[in-house]
């Protein structure tokens, strides 16, 4: 048997134990519905994956869906969206949870917005960054 995608392989190596785990964590502490259905799904996704990380086809065409140009463009896309919606997101929380404190008193839900602000900043100036980077170099 030969490994064709070592991450691959690693991670369903991973799912596999964590599933293991998991059964053996069961038996020792008893089983409910959510723990079955866990180790049901890390046993079949830790498989699946060594399985896909062996077959030289599945792997062949995995690495060229991951380079096909379309693919490549809705991907970017969509985490631009995403990264969007998440800074408008984070910008109504901010006023939301400072709005709230300023009205109610509580000291907690500035404290919320605070945080949420410290991340809302994070963003802007990561994209800041990223822009004028990839503006000079490319």
Not at 1 to 5: L, S, V
Not at 27 to 37: P, Q, R, S, T, Y
Not at 82 to 109: E, K, M, W, Y
């Given at each position: 048997?030969?490994?064709?995608?070592k991450k691959?392989?690693?991670?369903?190596?991973?799912?596999?134990?964590?599933?293991?785990?998991?059964?053996?964590?069961g038996?020792?502490?008893?089983?409910?519905?959510?723990?079955?259905?866990l180790?049901?799904?890390?046993?079949?996704?830790g498989i699946?994956?060594?399985?896909?990380?062996?077959?030289?086809?599945?792997?062949?065409?995995?690495?060229?869906?991951?380079t096909?140009?379309?693919?490549?463009?809705?991907?970017?896309?969509?985490?631009?969206r995403?990264?969007?919606?998440?800074?408008?997101?984070?910008?109504?929380?901010?006023?939301?949870?400072?709005?709230?404190?300023?009205?109610?008193?509580?000291?907690?839900?500035?404290?919320?917005?605070?945080?949420v602000?410290?991340?809302?900043?994070?963003?802007?100036?990561s994209e800041?960054?990223?822009?004028?980077?990839?503006?000079?170099?490319?």
């Open positions: 048997m030969k490994i064709y995608d691959k392989f690693a991670f369903g190596v991973m799912y596999f134990l964590l599933g293991l785990g998991l059964l053996i964590l038996f020792l502490k008893g089983f409910d519905a959510e723990k079955i259905i180790t049901i799904l890390m046993f079949l996704i699946s994956e060594m399985y896909l990380s062996t077959n030289r086809e599945a792997v062949k065409q995995e690495k060229f869906e991951e096909e140009e379309r693919n490549q463009l809705i991907k970017l896309t969509s985490k631009s995403a990264f969007d919606l998440t800074q408008r997101t984070n910008f109504v929380l901010v006023a939301l949870f400072l709005i709230i404190g300023g009205q109610s008193g509580d000291q907690r839900f500035i404290a919320m917005g605070v945080a602000a410290i991340s809302f900043s994070v963003s802007i100036f800041l960054f990223s822009r004028i980077y990839y503006e000079r170099h490319m």
